[in-house]
T-cell receptor, first 113, second 113 residues
């Protein structure tokens, strides 16, 4: 089955700086890669996703890049703000059909004022 | 939370007792999922459903059963709860023509003593 590795487990950045979280996946058949943000006591919230036929996608301060050859994808957050502090999860879907996502173990992003 | 509610939101139970968690959605989504979230493990798929009475196992299905007798409700049952099933349980639905994009409910925090 699919295996998703996520790094770092904790990331502390100064407010206004950029943050980058990286994930690798094992199954070359994976074709969909979402990112979720989870605040304390809440469910994961989808913030951006990318499909395997696209190399990069942006939404305001957030961007995701995908390198299919190397089997890794990254989340980039620019101009970080205090409300960006949360746990971020990457995920991958390895087969056609809606049979669930495989998640990384999460990154705790801390924005220092 | 994409029209998803979970009940109860918190539960404390004793080892060996049966427990049923309910996921309810109001938007007639075909696919529904149960995940558990544990520190250091991210989210892991327990079971999923692709229609009324149509279910399949996920990565960590041992000790769990599910039922879906109506489109709007997906039940997760722990027949005889164990301490290793102490976790936060999330329900999700998928949307889109590929059924890729998943949205999560608010979660149920379960403590098995």
């Amino acid at each position: 089955g699919e295996n998703v590795e996520q790094h770092p487990s904790t990331l502390s950045v100064q407010e206004g700086d950029s943050a980058v979280i990286k994930c690798t996946y094992s199954d070359s058949a994976s074709n969909y890669f979402p990112w979720y943000k989870q605040e304390l006591g809440k469910g994961p919230q989808l913030i951006i996703d990318i499909r395997s036929n696209v190399g990069e996608k942006k939404d305001q301060r957030i961007a995701v890049t995908l390198n299919k050859t190397a089997k890794h994808f990254s989340l980039h957050i620019t101009e970080t703000q205090p409300e960006d502090s949360a746990v971020y999860f990457c995920a991958a879907r390895s087969r056609g059909g809606a049979d669930g996502l495989t998640f990384g173990k999460g990154t705790h992003l801390i924005i220092q004022p | 939370d994409a029209g998803i509610t979970q009940s109860p939101r918190h539960k404390v139970t004793e080892t060996g007792t049966p427990v049923t968690l309910r996921c309810h959605q109001t938007e007639n989504h075909r696919y529904m999922y149960w995940y558990r979230q544990d520190p250091g493990h991210g989210l892991r798929l327990i079971h999923y459903s692709y229609g009324v009475k149509d279910t399949d196992k996920g990565e960590v299905s041992d000790g769990y059963s599910v039922s879906r007798s109506k489109t709007e409700d997906f039940l997760l049952t722990l027949e005889s709860a164990t301490s290793s099933q102490t976790s936060v349980y999330f329900c999700a639905i998928s949307v889109g023509h590929r059924q890729e994009t998943q949205y999560f409910g608010p979660g149920t925090r379960l403590l098995v003593l």
